[in-house]
């Protein structure tokens, strides 16, 4: 499996590099070889060529450096997307895929604009904070997933959302929904990071970056008693029946 | 007569005779008058003390080494940062009519805040250590503090005591109008180093955007920076620390030899920060080496309690502090175990995903046998260290009371990491099992 970790040094808001150190290991443990390249601003390489686009959170600084180099690869990302390649779009990344994002003075930044969701800033003071617990539909599978929620922008027009939210807040204030999702994205605000608690996702991620090279693909299956347990202690806390 | 001042200084009295007394004197003062923080006549010399680490143990190393002055001098130094803490203090040592019964104050405030507080505590000096990713839940992103800072330091015309070495707090230096600002900075030395994995904010030049250029770190992105473009890092500090003799703990500024109080490069910063504070207030420097000496840390940082076998323990909040306490640890050559307690509760930070930007790989070596996960967050903290290959090591405990009586039973050396609210605690759990 070959990953494309982007702006691996900016877009690195807590945690995220547990993403790939999850994906790394569940797939060396099943004898499937992980490559993993980092790409940043100005760095050459064919997005074609991975079976996993990675782009993570990053502070409001940091989300604006990167921007004007990734519409460069917009043309890129597209041609990837049509030969199969599948995304991993966290918080930053998942506002950038979408339409556009309108600031706190009004300004409309203009995204990636390679799905119709757009995200509005709220004011400073108000901001989606803290554990999520999700029912997640994805790929004929619903599991329960947590995470950590951490987003002042309010995601709307999502046709297509990675779940229903039993815990927390979701694409907008107590809006009932989080991420977005397709057959070959999934994008989210979840930190934790997202993957090492849910290692259900984790293997989604895994089975769909594989199938852009091969198909039936089937994972083996490993000892997630420590992961199971982790996500257990929070369904507990938020009172999310398992 | 002044109601508020004199009700606060009796249940002041009434508390400490029953073993209490804390923040709880300023919480009824805040409670009588929610405006007394701006009726205090403040001395001649204010000094605010901010930043992300090392504040607690900064200010008072500050407040000591003035005392040796022979000034008076008054400051927090339980690290009671916030409003009521900082009234605490004030009512305590006001006179009927709000003015200050010292000559200095030296006072730490939390870096999310310190910006409320100019208009109410009059600082003649700011002092400021470092700013580095902390929890992000309750501080937002660092940015913002940086910023809300800035717009009060620009017009502030006091001292500004600053990190040369911290692109982040530099910044504070660039943009002040009218402050005389003096910076610290610590040369190359036996830790310093060309590349780093431990470096997150802080990469680029705040003037042009480029990356900056490092001829060193010292730990985190603390180290010698510069704009490739010539914009941003060339320093001319006040002072500067030539080296520093990790075998004998000591460090030299200014052909004089001074005795660190821990052997770690960032204990040599908070004396650096020290030493400048004492030249830049025309006082000597060398007082400060007595203070340096013998000082004993805060509850909980590097304390160590007698079990079965030594036991220390240290606190643990960010990644950036995290990473220092386990270069420690692992200085440590003989067998030992380690606890790790993980709590989410208010003062710890929600939410936990720091511990995934924190270098706990270092933990992978053979003298450490036995890693004890404990806490609300056990069980993330025991599956971070599954993501290091240290599986076999691990064993979740999320009774603290458990964890620690195991550590004891192993009659093993040990270290024990705790977050903020865990920290109390656990000292409570390992006083009680000392050997006497």
């Known amino acids: 499996m070959k990953i494309l970790w982007m702006y691996h040094n900016l877009m690195d808001l807590y945690g995220d590099k547990g993403n790939i150190m999850v994906l790394k290991t569940r797939c060396e443990k099943r004898g499937i070889p992980c490559e993993i390249t980092t790409c940043t601003i100005g760095d050459q390489v064919d997005i074609d060529d991975y079976d996993l686009f990675f782009l993570g959170g990053g502070a409001d600084h940091e989300q604006s450096l990167i921007f004007e180099d990734l519409l460069k690869r917009k043309e890129n990302i597209l041609k990837a997307y049509e030969n199969k390649t599948s995304f991993l779009l966290i918080c930053g990344g998942y506002q950038l895929f979408g339409a556009y994002y309108l600031d706190q003075d009004g300004n409309k930044i203009e995204g990636l604009n390679i799905f119709p969701y757009y995200t509005e800033s709220s004011d400073r003071d108000h901001r989606c904070i803290g554990n999520i617990a999700l029912e997640v539909s994805i790929d004929q599978e619903t599991f329960k997933a947590v995470g950590f929620e951490n987003h002042g922008g309010q995601t709307k027009n999502v046709a297509t959302p990675l779940g229903k939210v039993l815990y927390g807040h979701g694409n907008t204030f107590d809006g009932g929904y989080e991420g977005f999702v397709n057959e070959q994205v999934i994008a989210t605000y979840m930190h934790g990071p997202l993957l090492p608690k849910n290692p259900r996702i984790a293997d989604i991620v895994i089975k769909r970056a594989l199938a852009k090279r091969s198909s039936d693909i089937t994972l083996e299956p490993l000892d997630d008693t420590l992961e199971l347990k982790a996500q257990e202690v929070m369904l507990k806390r938020l009172k999310v029946s398992i | ?436």
């Open chain 2, 1 to 436: 007569m002044n109601p508020t001042i004199t009700f606060v200084k009796i249940a002041h009295q009434i508390l400490s005779k029953f073993g209490r007394g804390g923040s709880l004197p300023g919480q009824i003062a805040l409670k009588m008058d929610k405006n007394i923080l701006s009726k205090f006549k403040m001395p001649k010399e204010v000094i605010l003390v901010t930043g992300t680490n090392g504040k607690t143990t900064t200010s008072n190393l500050i407040a000591e080494a003035l005392r040796k002055t022979g000034k008076k001098v008054i400051n927090n130094h339980r690290g009671d940062n916030l409003n009521v803490g900082i009234t605490t203090l004030l009512a305590l040592n006001a006179k009927s009519d709000y003015t200050i019964d010292a000559d200095i104050a030296v006072i730490e405030v939390d870096e999310l805040t310190v910006y409320r507080q100019f208009k109410n505590l009059h600082p003649t000096t700011l002092v400021v250590t470092n700013f580095f990713r902390d929890q992000l839940d309750r501080a937002g992103e660092m940015e913002t503090i940086i910023r809300r800072i800035m717009e009060v330091t620009e017009d502030f015309e006091g001292r500004l005591i600053l990190n040369g070495d911290d692109p982040n707090v530099l910044r504070i230096a660039e943009n002040a109008k009218k402050a005389k600002v003096a910076l610290y900075s610590v040369g190359k030395n036996a830790v310093s180093v060309k590349e780093t994995d431990e470096a997150s904010e802080g990469k680029f030049c705040p003037i042009c955007g480029q990356p900056l250029h490092y001829e060193y770190y010292q730990y985190s992105h603390i180290g010698r920076f510069e704009c490739p473009n010539d914009h941003y890092g060339k320093i001319n500090p006040s002072v500067y620390i030539d080296s520093i003799d990790y075998d004998n703990a000591t460090f030299t500024y200014n052909n004089h030899t001074y005795h660190s109080y821990i052997n770690a490069i960032y204990t040599i910063y908070n004396c650096a920060a020290v030493l400048t504070v004492m030249k830049e207030l025309g006082y000597d420097p060398t007082l400060a080496d007595d203070v340096f000496q013998h000082y004993v840390l805060k509850e909980g940082r590097h304390e160590t309690f007698m079990l079965s076998k030594p036991c220390e323990i240290n606190l643990f909040k960010n990644p950036t502090g995290a990473n220092e306490v386990m270069k420690e640890i692992v200085k440590y050559k003989g067998d030992n175990n380690v606890c790790i307690l993980l709590n989410d509760n208010d003062q710890d930070g929600h939410d936990v995903s720091w511990i995934w930007d924190a270098h706990f790989e270092r933990l992978n070596i053979p003298q450490i046998k036995h890693i004890v996960c404990s806490g609300t967050r056990a069980y993330d903290m025991a599956l971070r260290l599954k993501y290091e290959s240290l599986e076999d090591k691990v064993i979740v405990k999320e009774d603290p009371k458990e964890a620690i009586q195991w550590l004891d039973e192993q009659n093993l050396d040990s270290f024990v990491l705790a977050t903020y609210t865990a920290l109390h605690s656990t000292r409570a759990l390992l006083k009680k099992r000392e050997r006497k």
